[in-house]
């Protein structure tokens, strides 16, 4: 994609993450992978007034923020540039506060294998990082934790990150993450919950390698 193309389909996905109620105003944000730099969301921008020459755009350098645009980057830049550099096999990052994955988080829980899809994020939980205040190197030091080895986390009293190998696969992880997140939630009010054995969820994982349609 072009970086015209890719602020167009950021702003899209923001609007439809909100309209989908998987985020609410402007709490959540996205970044996406452009050469050497990434281009994210601005901070406290109400989405519906986004045009592409609002996307910022950060260097993925270490050290300082370096970046350009008529609006300063997502509060957020801090993670959102640690998983690009630290994950080069993605190229998306979605965070969002939705409702169910949210309050999950905030019981400092993780969610354990209570669904063979659990394995689509890389193991056999997605864990929840410690809390951080928002927007801290801190913060993004407690993800790069959560994380590894893995493609999302939740983030203690905060919300959930997923990312992907593009936007609309980043997006396509933020809605399952929030799905299971719902199932999790109800199945602990039944109770009874059984959590697949390790065994089970290492032949999923193996499973997914191939699962779906993958390049020649």
């Not at 406290?44 to 996307?55: A, M, V």
């Not at 990312?163 to 199945?187: H, I």
């Given at each position: 994609?072009?970086?015209?193309?890719?602020?167009?389909k950021?702003?899209?996905?923001?609007?439809?993450?909100?309209?989908?109620?998987?985020?609410?105003?402007?709490?959540?944000?996205?970044?996406?992978?452009?050469?050497?730099?990434?281009?994210?969301?601005?901070?406290?921008?109400?989405?519906?007034?986004?045009?592409?020459?609002?996307?910022?755009?950060?260097?993925?350098?270490?050290g300082?923020?370096?970046?350009?645009?008529?609006?300063?980057?997502?509060?957020?830049?801090h993670?959102?540039?640690?998983?690009?550099?630290?994950?080069?096999?993605?190229?998306?990052?979605?965070?969002?506060?939705?409702?169910?994955?949210?309050?999950?988080?905030?019981?400092?829980?993780?969610i354990?294998?209570?669904?063979?899809?659990?394995?689509?994020?890389?193991?056999?939980?997605?864990r929840?990082?410690?809390?951080?205040?928002?927007?801290?190197?801190?913060?993004?030091?407690?993800?790069?934790?959560?994380?590894?080895?893995?493609?999302?986390?939740?983030?203690?009293?905060?919300?959930?990150?997923?990312?992907?190998?593009?936007?609309?696969?980043?997006?396509?992880?933020?809605?399952?993450?929030?799905?299971?997140?719902?199932?999790?939630?109800?199945?602990?009010?039944?109770?009874?919950?059984?959590?697949?054995?390790?065994?089970?969820?290492?032949?999923?994982?193996?499973k997914?390698?191939?699962?779906?349609?993958?390049?020649?």
């Amino acid at each position: 994609m072009t970086n015209l193309q890719i602020r167009k389909k950021i702003i899209q996905l923001c609007l439809q993450m909100n309209s989908s109620g998987l985020n609410q105003g402007t709490s959540g944000n996205i970044s996406a992978r452009y050469k050497d730099s990434m281009l994210i969301t601005p901070s406290g921008i109400p989405y519906e007034n986004l045009i592409p020459k609002d996307i910022a755009e950060v260097s993925l350098g270490d050290g300082e923020l370096d970046w350009n645009g008529p609006y300063k980057p997502s509060s957020e830049w801090h993670f959102h540039r640690a998983i690009l550099n630290a994950k080069p096999e993605l190229d998306a990052v979605i965070h969002t506060h939705s409702t169910f994955a949210t309050v999950v988080s905030i019981a400092r829980e993780d969610i354990p294998a209570c669904h063979y899809m659990i394995a689509a994020f890389g193991g056999n939980t997605v864990r929840c990082a410690n809390y951080e205040t928002f927007g801290t190197p801190e913060l993004s030091q407690a993800i790069a934790v959560a994380m590894q080895d893995r493609s999302a986390c939740l983030l203690a009293n905060h919300g959930m990150i997923a990312a992907g190998k593009d936007l609309d696969n980043a997006m396509w992880a933020a809605v399952e993450l929030e799905t299971l997140a719902k199932q999790y939630y109800y199945a602990k009010l039944g109770g009874n919950m059984q959590i697949l054995p390790d065994e089970e969820m290492d032949r999923v994982i193996e499973k997914f390698k191939s699962y779906g349609q993958k390049d020649k």
